[in-house]
């Protein structure tokens, strides 16, 4: 049985002279990815990515990945197979999604023709393919991933992904995860991660002070203890029905405006929305 927090992988390998291209899907989450890759660093690729299955020229050695080789596929012309990629997602031309070697073109297209046969013909929902750098991230072989127990531990124990996982979908748990085995070394996608990361926080911030003025009130508390058990999405609609008619509205503006403008703008749309609410 497949794990749900991990990600399913179809890996598809094609080698274009000297150039070895390696992309990968993911049907469940629509992943669509691709790269070059040199031949020494084919191991360390294997290992982060730990596909389902691999699509691979015969005599192309996948070491202890080999019992994961599929059927061998026939590779199409890098021309042709850019042009089949491209029109499987509307484009005339593999370019308008990014800069693909001939090897990253024709394994796009051997994992698309495998995933067609597989799914009756039809392609499921996937993402454009993108072009990744694999310099950007921390290559690791398969003996440092083990001894640092990133995804997956030797002896049972827990590894770093189950201490630090607190995701609530299994979609969050496959992010993390990849997240986890690929860690960045461009102090560009280090400081757009930290930005995210902050920005969350801020969300869960201003979460926070919505619950604190609803309790403010005996109805507001109670509303809480009712809504609680449902998704965060309800919270919102919580919010339109209870302050929409509440005279508080008015007086809530003048505490809250001091406040940073992160914080306060959910409080505000909610005690504002309607016309009662602001008399």
């Not at 990815?33 to 996948?62: F, K, M, N, Q, W």
């Not at 630090?164 to 299994?170: G, I, K, Y």
Request: charged share 15%; net charge negative; aromatic share 8%.
């Amino acid at each position: 049985l497949l794990e749900a927090q991990r990600p399913n992988l179809l890996l598809a390998l094609a080698q274009v002279g000297r150039g070895l291209g390696a992309a990968w899907l993911d049907v469940s989450t629509g992943l669509f990815e691709t790269a070059s890759v040199d031949p020494v660093g084919l191991p360390a690729l294997l290992a982060r990515l730990e596909p389902s299955e691999i699509l691979a020229p015969a005599g192309l050695p996948l070491l202890d990945h080999e019992p994961r080789r599929g059927p061998a596929p026939a590779p199409a012309a890098p021309l042709a197979a850019a042009r089949r990629v491209a029109e499987a997602f509307g484009a005339t031309s593999l370019d308008a999604f990014g800069t693909f070697s001939d090897a990253e073109a024709v394994a796009a297209a051997l994992a698309l023709d495998y995933v067609r046969l597989t799914q009756a013909g039809q392609l499921p929902r996937l993402s454009r393919p993108a072009p990744t750098g694999l310099d950007c991230a921390m290559q690791m072989d398969a003996a440092t991933r083990s001894s640092l127990e990133l995804t997956r531990a030797r002896d049972g124990s827990p590894t770093l992904l189950e201490a630090v996982r607190e995701t609530l979908t299994a979609g969050g748990g496959r992010l993390l995860a990849a997240w986890l085995s690929a860690p960045l070394l461009d102090p560009a996608a280090i400081a757009h991660a930290v930005s995210a990361a902050a920005a969350a926080a801020g969300a869960t911030a201003a979460s926070a002070l919505s619950f604190f003025f609803l309790e403010a009130s005996p109805a507001g508390a109670t509303l809480i203890s009712v809504i609680s058990p449902f998704p965060k999405g309800s919270l919102a609609l919580a919010f339109f029905f209870f302050f929409g008619a509440s005279s508080t509205g008015g007086v809530l503006p003048s505490v809250i405006s001091p406040l940073p403008k992160g914080s306060s703008a959910l409080v505000f749309f909610f005690f504002l929305l309607l016309p009662t609410a602001g008399s």
